[in-house]
């Protein structure tokens, strides 16, 4: 089991910057694919990025893609979502989660219900 903790959110001007973490217990984060998500209020919770479990392969939902770079730190148990040019639509509180499907299980999803652990969710808001 592991569990999450996300940080770095805030309030920010259109245009601005944004990175945030999210820290994981557990001796075995580097076996987790790591999925960030977002959820703006009156909407279901959508994909942003997606990492392998080495950090070799990044998938990018659309809307942020050129934009926010996911990447991770395994000798931290730490993924990052680098957010950058930031807009009003990004408003949504961001969630990190951990996905444990097995090992020869290569694939990236980008389906929330296949992640099993979530974090408690961090506020990004952005103005106009």
């Known amino acids: 089991q592991v569990q999450l903790v996300e940080s770095g959110g805030g309030l920010v001007q259109a245009g601005g910057s944004l990175r945030l973490s999210c820290a994981a217990s557990?001796?075995?984060?580097?076996?987790?694919?790591m999925g960030w998500f977002r959820q703006a209020p009156g909407k279901e919770r959508e994909f942003v990025a997606a990492?392998?479990?080495?950090?070799?392969?990044?998938v990018y939902a659309d809307s942020v893609k050129g934009r926010f770079t996911i990447s991770r730190d395994n000798a931290k148990n730490t993924v990052y979502l680098q957010m950058n040019g930031l807009k009003p639509e990004d408003t949504a509180v961001y969630y990190c989660?951990?996905?444990?499907?097995?090992?020869?299980?290569?694939?990236?999803?980008?389906?929330?219900?296949?992640?099993?652990?979530w974090g408690q969710g961090t506020q990004v808001t952005v103005s106009s």
């Open positions: 990492i392998s479990r080495s950090g070799g392969n990044t």
């Open positions: 557990g001796r075995t984060f580097s076996s987790y694919f």
């Open positions: 989660g951990a996905d444990s499907r097995p090992p020869w299980i290569a694939r990236i999803t980008t389906t929330a219900t296949e992640y099993d652990y």
